[in-house]
């Protein structure tokens, strides 16, 4: 049945704050590092001292045009920086450097997957550069606010995505896939908790049907992207309440509070900020060139979307494979590398996803540091298809082997060990003839029918080689024998 | 352009500056005096002129990534009228909930 809360479309944006893995900071060369004892990533263009002149972070501009490429997004040739002015503590200067009318990137799309796996795009309004802002600590010093600069001056990326969204799940989507895509470019470490990826929501509601959006409502303060879907559904059913009630609401800024999952009142937006926006004089316009464009396209490493598609159409993956391996870029890589080693792909994701995956798990390691080359993992997966180790030996023996071993070619750990399947023919027939001779009667049992007891006859011969006998090899010899 | 009192408190509450009585009309004499003799400007015809934002026609002065230490952390806190050892301190302006 139909509840109040289906007869409205919720209209959702969201403008994400990527903090970038930089050596130094956006306009001068103090230290961008998380961390580190107050107030020692300083210099005097973060400090905002008079006279003094910022200079602008090549690496800034290849890590934007990075995403924005990587966003299928249009790049600004003329990029200048802008001053947007207000007061507060954790800004020395009095104005952040940020881009106004130039941003550069505008347009593109991040495209999400739905339950139904069908696809969306998340259309782009615009990615800019921007500063961080130092931080304020209020609870240390009872008439004090401390004042942190460490973080003033860190570079970040504004990413605004068009009000595109319709429900908190896509929201959730939405902010997964920008976190992989900041992790497979390496521009940033996508940690929601320590605040180098932030989100905010702009949240309305309207009838279904209508054209025009509701009261726009801000909220802020979510680390993680859980909490994101959590603020967008309370603050839903906060304004489809009120409306439902007859009420009007505010335009305004509201903060997430995680530990009651509701949001409350941060500031009224009703008297506009008043940034004051103009042209920053002191860094001269960056003109991007189609070349220059071009030198960062190359370096962009395979992304998760054209690998999942190339990992289900080209190699018949299932969805949930793929989408497991592209989940982690060191994941996928390491697939990669794998697969261009062997052609059993269906092997491939198996030992990649079970057998490495829990020893990982186990070591508590990361895919970097784990020792056993893909090359060596393929060379396993063809002795498996082979026949000269059965997959068991291989998970059991040899795999346990390699990871003491990891140069040791796993073909030499299977033979030095005596683990290589003994398939011929006449030694397999010799045991097969031994278990015949032990068992006369259960022999009898089967000529009469009972064709159950092959696995016991399969479990002695398997005994007698040592468990490196190939099953599918025994099962037809000893077939063969008991039907003569 | 016309700087009245209520231009004032507007721009004093963006700069966090407070103006009572005399020094507030001083402050609107002084904005207003500013203003007409800037307008002087005005008399000239702009029209096919672009706004002027640089002083050079340079472009892409751009920097290496790299970290260059430029002053220490007790440097960084001398001329703060109020510090520790650690911290600038300022006025506490957000109240404990």
Redesign the interface.
């Known amino acids: 049945m139909d509840t109040i809360y289906d007869k409205y479309e919720p209209v959702i944006g969201l403008e994400v704050h990527i903090q970038l893995l ?3 900071k956006a306009y001068s ?3 961008n590092e998380y961390g580190n ?4 990533n ?3 263009i973060s ?1 905002g001292h008079p006279g003094t002149l910022p ?7 290849e890590h934007a045009v990075k995403l924005g490429l990587a966003c299928n997004c249009h790049i600004t040739e003329v990029n ?1 920086y802008a001053r947007k ?3 507060y ?1 954790d800004l020395p200067k009095g104005y952040q450097i940020t881009q106004d009318k130039t941003p550069i990137c505008t347009g593109g799309h991040i495209t999400i997957k739905n339950d139904d796996g069908t696809e969306k795009q998340i259309f782009l309004t615009r990615i800019h550069m921007e500063e961080d802002a130092g931080k ?4 240390q ?9 460490n973080r003033a001056g860190v570079p970040l990326l504004e990413m605004v995505s068009e009000p595109d969204i319709r429900k908190s799940e896509e929201a959730y989507k939405y902010l997964t896939e920008v976190r992989k895509l900041v992790r497979y470019l390496d521009i940033c470490d996508g940690n929601m908790e320590e605040g180098s990826l932030r989100c905010d929501a702009n949240i309305s509601v309207m009838k279904k049907g209508s054209t025009e959006f509701g009261t726009k409502v801000e909220v802020k303060n979510m680390n993680s992207i859980r909490n994101v879907q959590r603020a967008i559904e309370y603050e839903i059913k906060r304004q489809i309440d009120l409306l439902e009630n007859g009420e009007s609401f505010p335009m305004e800024t509201r903060n997430f509070d995680a530990v009651t999952g509701k949001t409350h009142s941060l500031r009224s937006k009703e008297a506009a900020n ?1 940034y ?1 926006y103009f ?1 920053e ?1 002191d ?5 991007i060139s189609e070349k220059y464009i071009e030198q960062v396209r190359s370096t962009l490493p395979p992304l998760p979307d054209f690998l999942f598609k190339k990992y289900v159409n080209q190699y018949g993956l299932s969805e949930y494979d793929a989408g497991v391996i592209t989940d982690s870029k060191s994941i996928a890589l390491y697939f990669e590398d794998l697969i261009a080693n062997t052609t059993n792909y269906k092997a491939a994701v198996n030992w990649l996803m079970g057998d490495i995956k829990s020893t990982l798990n186990q070591e508590a390691l990361s895919i970097e540091k784990f020792p056993v080359k893909p090359a060596q993992i393929a060379a396993l997966i063809q002795l498996i298809d082979e026949n000269k180790i059965s997959h068991t030996v291989a998970s059991q023996k040899v795999y346990p082997k390699l990871l003491e071993q990891p140069d040791k070619s796993p073909y030499d750990i299977a033979e030095q060990n005596n683990w290589l399947q003994q398939n011929d023919a006449n030694s397999l027939n010799e045991f097969i003839n031994q278990v015949i001779g032990k068992y006369p009667d259960k022999v009898q049992d089967y000529k009469n029918g009972k064709t159950n007891l092959l696995g016991l006859f399969m479990g002695e011969v398997m005994k007698l080689s040592k468990g490196v006998a190939d099953p599918k090899l025994i099962n037809e010899l000893l077939k063969k024998k008991l039907e003569e | 352009m016309k700087i009245d009192h209520k231009t004032v408190d507007h721009l004093a509450h963006l700069a966090r500056l407070e103006f009572e009585n005399e020094s507030k009309e001083a402050i609107v004499n002084d904005l207003n005096r500013i203003l007409s003799f800037v307008e002087k400007l005005d008399e000239l015809n702009t029209d096919n002129v672009s706004p002027l934002i640089y002083m050079t026609d340079e472009t892409n002065v751009l920097r290496e990534d790299s970290i260059h230490e430029t002053i220490s952390h007790a440097q960084a806190l001398k001329n703060a009228p109020k510090k520790d050892s650690d911290y600038f301190r300022v006025p506490k302006f957000v109240e404990k909930k």
Request: net charge neutral.
């Open positions: 930089t050596r130094s060369s103090d230290a004892m107050p107030n020692t300083i210099d005097p400090l200079k602008a972070n090549k690496k800034v501009i200048q002015n207000y007061f503590a304020n600590i209020h609870d010093a009872p008439y004090h606010t401390l004042v942190d600069l008043d004051r042209p004089p860094l001269q316009p960056v003109i």
